[in-house]
């Protein structure tokens, strides 16, 4: 059984840097993509960015573009996302997810994600 599992959120201030995590049990197959959303309540959970097992490739959406990088650990079946200049506005709680079905072409659409973690909350304030 597939497990996601989120860490490193926290409050920090604007302007700051955090690093979040994701590490993944249970995965048997080979090439997927991982992916990060963000979800503030009441709202739609929204596509932050992905990375695809097979070529590294990455996608990132339009508000966290030049900001945010997402990077991955093939040993440790890990992701992590990397968030610069920080924002209020990215304050939400933060999900990972695995589209077990694609290995390149990373999509926005939260539908086609299999698995997802339990979320880490990340604040932006001063």
Not at 18 to 30: D, I, K, R
Not at 42 to 71: L, M, N, P, Q
Not at 87 to 100: E, M, N, W
Not at 102 to 125: E, F, K, P
Request: proline letters at 2%.
């Amino acid at each position: 059984q597939v497990q996601l599992v989120e860490s490193g959120g926290g409050l920090v201030r604007p302007g700051g840097s955090l690093t979040l995590s994701c590490a993944a049990s249970g995965v048997t197959f080979s090439n997927f993509i991982m992916a990060w959303f963000r979800q503030a309540p009441g709202k739609v959970r929204e596509f932050v960015g992905g990375i695809s097992w097979a070529d590294r490739s990455t996608s990132y959406a339009d508000s966290v573009k030049g900001r945010f990088t997402i990077s991955r650990d093939n040993t440790k079946n890990a992701v992590y996302l990397l968030m610069n200049s920080l924002k209020s506005g990215d304050t939400d709680i933060y999900y990972c997810a695995i589209d077990r079905l694609h290995a390149l072409g990373i999509r926005a659409s939260r539908s086609v994600y299999d698995y997802w973690g339990q979320g880490t909350q990340v604040t932006v304030s001063s």
